[in-house]
């Protein structure tokens, strides 16, 4: 059963605990392909054909991610604003927010990130705490912000709290 | 340099013979110029795009089969890498090849360009 999770943003560090419904902390869990030992799911290459399988619910994780990729705003599961006013279906929306709107609806695969974006990755990094990704094996460069940003992320078996720390570690430890 | 002015929004290319890769984000509107190049092709034969469905329908290596073409845009290549590579150096001799690829290493000359897009125009530099 896949539960409601708080979302992230710049919030204070101390207050970046996220619980399912049964207390455990999950984390977003990114893979690096041929490197990593993925879980039992199976993984999903084509990101396009993923998303065909399921619908927006507006949530907030929805929405932040269409603003802060997209720049842009969610109007109903079939539909959205895009930056210049116009409404259109979210099959409309990139590859990128695609990726990480997969993520956080579709828990039960491994989601290829292999069409990623660096400002998507950042994004979802950001805002998402759930989901599996896979990366292909190489350095990312993760923008940093002025303050420090809470994440919940586990990479390379290690778990990540701060977006900076998660930053350096992509640019400088992360297989490539 | 290609400019399609006739339509809306108006595609300009300012860019010289060549392979070239967009900025490694999302969302910057490339998917749509893929699109967009589509219809068009239709209307004027020397601009054409390719993306990853296409690939059950017709090859790569078909696309430019077409001698009028001046400007082709592969979208979603990290999807079919090194699919054709032979065919897009050859091409871009004469013509244009835009691609969005986010992590394949192309073993060609290739040059980073900038796609900005409004509500009216879509400028590629």
Do not use: W
Request: proline share 3%; aromatic share 10%.
């Amino acid at each position: 059963m896949i539960c409601n999770l708080e979302v992230k943003g710049s919030i204070p560090l101390s207050s970046s605990i996220k619980l399912s419904y049964e207390g455990v902390a999950m984390s977003l869990t990114i893979y690096f392909d041929g490197v990593s030992q993925l879980p039992n799911l199976p993984v999903e290459k084509d990101v396009e054909i993923l998303f065909m399988t399921f619908k927006l619910s507006g949530c907030d994780y929805d929405r932040r991610i269409l603003s802060a990729i997209e720049q842009s705003s969610y109007k109903d599961e079939l539909f959205f604003v895009d930056r210049f006013g116009s409404t259109l279906r979210v099959d409309c929306l990139s590859t990128g927010s695609k990726t990480a709107l997969s993520l956080y609806h579709r828990r039960d695969v491994v989601v290829s990130g292999v069409e990623l974006g660096m400002n998507a990755l950042t994004e979802t990094v950001k805002y998402c705490s759930v989901g599996s990704l896979l990366l292909p094996a190489r350095n990312y460069y993760i923008e940093c912000e002025l303050e420090d940003v809470a994440i919940d992320v586990m990479c390379g078996g290690r778990h990540f709290a701060s977006l900076d720390e998660f930053s350096d570690y992509m640019m400088e430890e992360a297989p490539g | 340099m290609i400019e399609l002015t006739k339509f809306r929004p108006v595609i300009r290319v300012n860019l010289e013979p060549g392979v070239y890769t967009f900025v490694k984000d999302s969302a910057d509107g490339k998917s749509y110029l893929c699109h967009l190049l589509r219809k068009l092709s239709t209307a004027d034969n020397r601009v054409n795009s390719y993306t990853y469905s296409d690939k059950s329908v017709f090859s790569l290596a078909q696309l430019f089969e077409n001698k009028a073409l001046e400007l082709v845009m592969l979208d979603r290549y990290d999807m079919y890498p090194g699919e054709g590579v032979a065919e897009i150096a050859e091409f871009s001799k004469g013509g244009i090849v835009l691609i969005d690829s986010k992590n394949y290493e192309f073993p060609l000359r290739v040059t980073t360009c900038f796609l900005t897009m409004s509500a009216n125009e879509m400028v590629i530099v």
